[in-house]
């Protein structure tokens, strides 16, 4: 079983910037395609970023330019950097895992959440003005 643990929420001004952290288990942490999401009340959960094994990246429509999704497969960790973050951006955020083989993540199957089989508890953001 992967274990997924995002840290690194809070609350911030609007304009200001957090970075979420995000741990998975396991020693194959560089096979695994790695995601970000989130939801707000009320709302539908949304794609924001994703990072495929080969370091391949897709963005959400909403935070292209302004968020940044790394990993550092010796720390078994992934970032998600958030610049210029908005009052729209207040959700809890949830990081996701899986195996990106034998059927690799590419496009925007990296934004859609069921493609993912290991999820954290999630970590909330809420940006103020």
């Known amino acids: 079983e992967v274990q997924v643990v995002e840290s690194g929420g809070g609350s911030v001004q609007v304009g200001g910037s957090l970075r979420l952290s995000c741990t998975a288990s396991?020693?194959?942490?560089?096979?695994?395609?790695l995601g970000w999401f989130r939801q707000a009340p009320g709302k539908e959960r949304e794609g924001v970023a994703g990072?495929?094994?080969?370091?391949?990246?897709e963005y959400g429509d909403s935070v292209k330019g302004r968020f940044a999704i790394s990993r550092d497969n010796a720390k078994n960790t992934v970032y998600l950097q958030m610049n210029n973050l908005q009052p729209g951006d207040t959700a809890v955020y949830y990081c996701?895992?899986?195996?990106?083989?034998?059927?690799?993540?590419?496009?925007?199957?990296?934004?859609?959440?069921?493609?993912?089989?290991?999820w954290g508890q999630g970590t909330q953001v809420t940006v103020s003005s």
């Open positions: 996701a895992a899986t195996f990106d083989f034998p059927r690799p993540l590419r496009g925007t199957r990296r934004l859609v959440g069921d493609e993912y089989s290991y």
């Open positions: 396991g020693y194959t942490f560089r096979s695994y395609a």
């Open positions: 990072i495929d094994a080969r370091g391949g990246t």
